[in-house]
């Protein structure tokens, strides 16, 4: 589907980016995005991504806003404390962008309900806490072809890591983080965190996001650590592991 008018205004910024033409923007205008988590990450990045001029986003979150979650949910004010985060989320999601459809799923994510939704979808933001769902969402989405975007943040610092199984010898979460390892979640309702520091990368998923859908760039094989004190970026190089129960396919 071609931009209208009203597209290509809005994306005119984009546009005269060397990477990007309309064939390009179309798409990722076009695309289907699944954003597992809509707190500190997920805000965010669904932000960004409902500006930019994304069309579909299916939003799952189990959680109601909290007034401990504002400094750092930005989709949320005052007067949605008690209200379900996705069902706000869809509503401001429109008022920043009305061309956006968006599905709001109170729920929580499983092994019953991810399969359905990521076959939907043609990307995945992991903006969970949650370890296990981590895994969970690496070894659907590895399984099932579509591009992941791993986020995660605790006190100054955060993480990113991007598995992409249409490209060759991708790595996935499994290969750096095993869950034989036992680590377990660190959330922020225990060690806390900085509202800036989670923000900072929910927009690199977003930023990681736009480049996947436009086919501009894949950050494969690098585990991205942010530090919001030192304000560094550090990139480690990794591969993928011989024999990983996940993605070695040999
Ligand atoms: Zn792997």
């Known amino acids: 589907m071609s931009l209208n008018a009203n597209g290509l205004l809005r994306n005119s910024r984009h546009l005269l980016l060397n990477d990007f033409d309309e064939e390009k923007i179309s798409s990722l205008v076009n695309s289907k995005v699944l954003i597992v988590g809509v707190g500190g990450l997920g805000c965010p990045a669904a932000q960004y991504l409902a500006a930019s001029g994304i069309s579909n986003f299916r939003l799952v979150d189990f959680d109601k806003v909290e007034e401990s979650n504002l400094p750092r949910q930005i989709l949320y004010g005052p007067l949605d404390v008690g209200k379900y985060k996705v069902e706000v989320g869809k509503r401001i999601l429109k008022n ?32 969970t806490d949650g370890f296990q769902t981590k895994h969970l969402l690496n070894q659907l989405c590895v399984r099932q ?28 979460y499994e290969c750096i983080f095993p869950i034989s390892s ?34 501009t760039r894949v950050v494969k094989n690098q585990l991205i650590l942010f530090d919001a004190r030192s304000l560094s970026v550090q990139i480690i190089k990794v591969i993928k592991r011989s024999g990983c129960s996940v993605c070695d396919f040999t």
């Open 145 to 172: 072809k579509i591009p992941l975007i791993i986020g995660s943040a605790i006190q100054w610092e955060g993480q990113l890591f991007v598995v992409h199984p249409k490209e060759s010898e991708f790595a996935c």
């Open 96 to 127: 920043i962008n009305p061309a956006v459809n968006v599905i709001a799923e109170t729920a929580k994510a499983d092994s019953e309900n991810l399969p359905y939704w990521i076959e939907w979808s043609d990307l995945v933001l992991d903006c």
């Open 182 to 215: 036992g680590a377990e979640d660190a959330s922020c309702g225990a060690f806390g965190v900085l509202s800036t520091a989670v923000g900072t990368i929910g927009i690199f998923q977003a930023n990681e996001t736009i480049k996947i859908l436009t086919g």
